[in-house]
């Protein structure tokens, strides 16, 4: 069994036919968590995971691109985001929701900071500001947080080191870093604070080995295994749009990459998701 701990099956890439990709999954025996980014797509997650007896999950949250308008323009993502507040009583009346098993996601992006008559400081006190109100709704309903990070073209630490900082002034949350890509050394910072640190598809890919060492050197008790699609596909689908089955290809290479099998990875990662998230 595996789960995968980020998927985005309520996105847009999957619109005409997420039923058959979740089956393809759960045939599989692999279990997934749908993650909202904003209020349309965590109020998506929340009514697919409720046509499933068992198996799919949802988490709600407002992702930081989406507090300003703009346009997303990489490789594998092209969309225009709408800007979007936060507001608490619409979130806290979705978190409760009986197949919700986390907050999130939410955090800091600062890879993208251009907005059109806002300041560099402007837009990233608001990603903050956003963030704490989140890390409270977590706390007041007693759930877990998924985690985006992602620091500047300059600077790739910089929104890692803000977060940690965050984090440290609010004791006793849980959570993980989903799609982690920093160093070992912040990835050790997350753990001392109790968070457990998520792998995609990107350790598959050939120009990976730094993200690979941070991989081998974590201890495999802190890491949960994800996707993240539609994105991300992992080798041997680097390109396509991606699915919550091939999350089997990223436990494949964590148990590579240290050396062990691939049953002892997918064991221990599924134990760490079901003790995390409570499911």
């Known amino acids: 069994m595996l789960i995968d701990s980020h998927s985005h099956v309520n996105f847009n890439a999957f619109k005409e036919d997420h039923d058959e990709v979740i089956k393809r999954a759960l045939d599989k025996n692999i279990w997934l968590i749908n993650v909202g980014s904003q209020y349309s797509t965590s109020e998506r997650a929340v009514k697919i995971a409720e046509n499933y007896p068992n198996g799919v999950f949802a988490a709600v949250g407002l992702h930081p691109i989406h507090l300003e308008e703009g346009m997303v323009d990489e490789e594998e993502a092209q969309f225009k985001t709408v800007q979007e507040d936060f507001i608490l009583e619409n979130y ?9 098993v986390a907050i999130g996601e939410t955090g800091l992006d600062y890879y993208r900071l251009d907005v059109a008559n806002r300041s560099e400081k402007e837009i990233k006190d608001r990603q903050k500001k956003v963030f704490r109100e989140q890390l409270v709704l977590a706390n007041e309903l007693n759930l877990p947080l998924i985690f985006h990070c992602r620091g500047s ?127």
């Open 153 to 279: 073209k300059e600077n790739p630490e910089d929104a890692y080191k803000e977060m940690l900082e965050i984090l440290s002034e609010h004791k006793g949350l849980k959570g993980v870093i989903h799609c982690f890509g920093s160093t070992l050394e912040i990835a050790q910072k997350f753990i001392d604070l109790g968070f457990y640190i998520g792998f995609t598809g990107i350790i598959t890919f050939e120009k990976a080995q730094k993200l690979q060492e941070v991989v081998k050197n974590l201890p495999l008790e802190k890491i949960l295994v994800e996707t993240d699609c539609p994105y991300l596909a992992p080798e041997p689908y680097r390109g396509k749009r991606n699915e919550p089955m091939y999350v089997e290809f990223v436990a494949r290479k964590i148990a590579e990459i240290k050396g062990t099998d691939f049953d002892k990875v997918a064991d221990v990662t599924t134990r760490n998701v079901k003790e995390l998230f409570k499911i």
């Open 92 to 100: 806290r009346l979705l978190a409760r929701q009986s197949k919700v």
